[in-house]
């Protein structure tokens, strides 16, 4: 109930009668305020007229007036400022911890808005509100998404200046780890980003130019070259192809050199991956592309066009992977390169929120603007949640879309923010059943 009252002070979504304080007074909402999410009255920087005079300040809400004191705000000096108290019934007088008598009125809640609130209550359904969807125009919904797109970089970029600001202001080292954090692709990322981070860019460097090294150290930080990594029945052949014991006294040499601990193997997943997804073919994948100096963060800044990046993202395993999934597991002979979509989802993932990040931090908006840009070409994601909204009457166009349909699933409709969701909006202000 409080929550709706909320909502209906927002968007100023009051009964058609004028509204009046509890003793009569006129009041005319000149402006609802911001929502004030942290500690505080609930609105912010709210301006009404009561009677003939004109205050600014706070809004505090409640379902009932009696609230007031049970959520000690009559002993709070934060509220000392609020103007006007807005309640679904006022059942006493409320003041200030200054002992200021507050204006209070009750708000209605209309019936077609407490029914349609209702509704979205009960639905089990996702999205709840498909009821509405066609009925709301295309420029609304065009413009919602771009503002859930926006929320979602801005989101992701704040991961990524994180990661920057633990590197000590090192953007490659940063890069690095969001990338491989998305060579997990969903179900290993954790682990990936992990094992990044134990990656030693600055000295590995002098050893750049030897792919067996770059591994030898990528395979090692990651716990895969321990013995008890390799299951039982592989264990012999890969001690007898010679690879496996080159590798693992190649990384012994290198961890002494360096001071280096691998992550616990334990965290990498195993379960129901396809092989190509193995932990051990992405890894040689990033050592080939770290080897051939082609995904360098400078390289990232410089790339103009779609096609510089997915060539600039373009790698495959090192020769020995092309016939192996894990140690001693041999596998048909070819060549292990990622996909056209697997190089799509990178770029959304990590070129797209990674660029954002530094045109947001430098201040560079044609950076920004560039990002946002590169998800034009790209084709829709296809997964459950583009696929539930397309049967709703939302089909995505691309990956701006798709990428702003994942936004509302997540941070909307998963959340239960229907109050906060644009569409949720459409359907609450809905006067006419919906079937």
Same mark, same amino acid.
């Given at each position: 109930?409080?929550?709706?009252?909320?909502?209906?002070?927002?968007?100023k979504?009051?009964?058609? /009668? *004028?509204?009046? !304080?509890?003793? =009569? $007074?006129?009041?005319?909402?000149?402006d609802p305020? &911001?929502?004030?999410?942290?500690?505080?009255?609930?609105f912010?920087?709210?301006?009404?007229?009561?009677?003939?005079?004109?205050?600014?300040?706070?809004?505090?809400?409640?379902?009932?007036?009696?609230?007031?004191?049970?959520?000690g705000?009559?002993e709070d000096?934060?509220y000392?400022?609020?103007?006007?108290?807005?309640?679904?019934?006022?059942? /006493? *007088?409320?003041? !200030?911890?200054? =002992? $200021?008598?507050?204006?209070?009125?009750?708000?209605? &809640?209309?019936?077609?808005?407490?029914?349609?609130y209702?509704?979205l209550?009960?639905?089990?359904?996702?999205p709840?509100c498909?009821?509405?969807i066609?009925?709301?125009?295309?420029f609304?919904?065009?413009?919602?998404?771009?503002?859930?797109?926006?929320?979602?970089?801005?989101?992701?970029?704040?991961?990524?200046?994180?990661?920057?600001?633990?590197?000590?202001?090192?953007?490659e080292?940063?890069?690095?780890?969001?990338?491989?954090?998305n060579?997990?692709?969903g179900?290993?990322g954790?682990?990936?980003?992990?094992?990044?981070?134990?990656?030693p860019?600055?000295?590995?460097?002098?050893?750049?130019?030897?792919?067996?090294?770059?591994e030898a150290?990528?395979?090692g930080?990651?716990?895969?070259?321990?013995?008890?990594?390799?299951?039982?029945?592989?264990?012999?052949?890969?001690?007898?192809?010679g690879?496996?014991?080159?590798?693992k006294r190649?990384?012994?040499?290198?961890?002494?050199?360096?001071?280096?601990?691998?992550?616990?193997?334990?965290?990498?997943?195993?379960?129901?991956?396809?092989p190509?997804?193995?932990?051990?073919?992405?890894?040689?994948?990033?050592?080939?592309?770290?080897?051939?100096?082609?995904a360098?963060f400078?390289?990232l800044?410089?790339?103009?066009?779609?096609e510089e990046l997915?060539?600039?993202?373009?790698t495959?395993?090192?020769?020995?992977w092309?016939?192996?999934?894990?140690?001693?597991?041999?596998?048909?002979?070819?060549?292990?390169?990622?996909?056209?979509?697997?190089?799509?989802?990178?770029?959304?993932?990590?070129?797209v929120?990674?660029?954002?990040?530094?045109?947001?931090?430098?201040?560079?908006?044609?950076?920004?603007?560039?990002?946002?840009?590169l998800?034009?070409?790209?084709?829709?994601?296809?997964?459950h949640?583009?696929?539930?909204?397309?049967?709703?009457?939302?089909?995505?166009?691309?990956?701006?879309?798709?990428?702003?349909?994942?936004?509302l699933?997540?941070?909307?409709c998963?959340?239960?923010?229907?109050?906060?969701?644009?569409?949720?909006?459409?359907?609450?202000?809905?006067?006419?059943?919906?079937?």
């Amino acid at each position: 109930m409080e929550k709706l009252l909320y909502y209906i002070w927002k968007y100023k979504l009051f009964p058609l /009668r *004028p509204l009046q !304080t509890t003793d =009569g $007074q006129p009041v005319e909402v000149l402006d609802p305020g &911001v929502l004030n999410r942290d500690a505080g009255p609930d609105f912010q920087n709210a301006k009404v007229k009561i009677g003939g005079t004109v205050w600014a300040g706070s809004v505090e809400i409640h379902r009932q007036a009696s609230d007031w004191y049970a959520h000690g705000h009559h002993e709070d000096a934060r509220y000392n400022n609020v103007v006007l108290h807005v309640t679904g019934k006022a059942d /006493r *007088p409320v003041a !200030t911890q200054e =002992g $200021q008598a507050l204006p209070q009125i009750e708000l209605e &809640v209309p019936p077609h808005l407490q029914e349609n609130y209702e509704t979205l209550c009960r639905t089990t359904d996702y999205p709840r509100c498909y009821r509405i969807i066609r009925h709301i125009d295309r420029f609304t919904i065009h413009s919602w998404l771009n503002t859930l797109l926006c929320e979602r970089l801005e989101q992701r970029a704040q991961a990524v200046a994180r990661r920057v600001e633990e590197s000590q202001g090192d953007w490659e080292q940063a890069f690095f780890v969001t990338l491989a954090r998305n060579f997990g692709f969903g179900v290993n990322g954790d682990a990936f980003e992990a094992w990044a981070r134990h990656i030693p860019l600055q000295s590995l460097a002098r050893h750049r130019d030897d792919l067996f090294q770059v591994e030898a150290v990528f395979m090692g930080q990651a716990g895969l070259l321990e013995p008890d990594t390799i299951p039982q029945k592989y264990r012999e052949e890969a001690i007898g192809d010679g690879y496996y014991p080159r590798l693992k006294r190649e990384y012994d040499y290198l961890a002494h050199k360096f001071s280096l601990q691998p992550i616990d193997a334990d965290a990498w997943k195993f379960l129901r991956l396809r092989p190509q997804n193995f932990p051990h073919v992405r890894i040689a994948q990033l050592a080939q592309l770290y080897y051939g100096q082609k995904a360098g963060f400078s390289r990232l800044l410089e790339a103009k066009t779609l096609e510089e990046l997915r060539d600039m993202l373009r790698t495959h395993a090192t020769p020995y992977w092309e016939s192996h999934y894990t140690f001693g597991c041999p596998s048909f002979k070819r060549t292990k390169t990622l996909t056209a979509n697997s190089l799509d989802l990178i770029t959304i993932n990590t070129v797209v929120p990674v660029l954002y990040a530094y045109g947001m931090t430098h201040a560079q908006d044609t950076c920004c603007q560039r990002a946002l840009r590169l998800l034009d070409p790209i084709k829709a994601e296809d997964n459950h949640v583009t696929r539930q909204w397309a049967e709703c009457g939302i089909q995505a166009e691309n990956a701006a879309d798709s990428q702003a349909l994942l936004q509302l699933k997540k941070e909307y409709c998963d959340r239960r923010y229907c109050l906060h969701c644009r569409f949720g909006y459409e359907f609450l202000k809905h006067k006419e059943k919906l079937t």
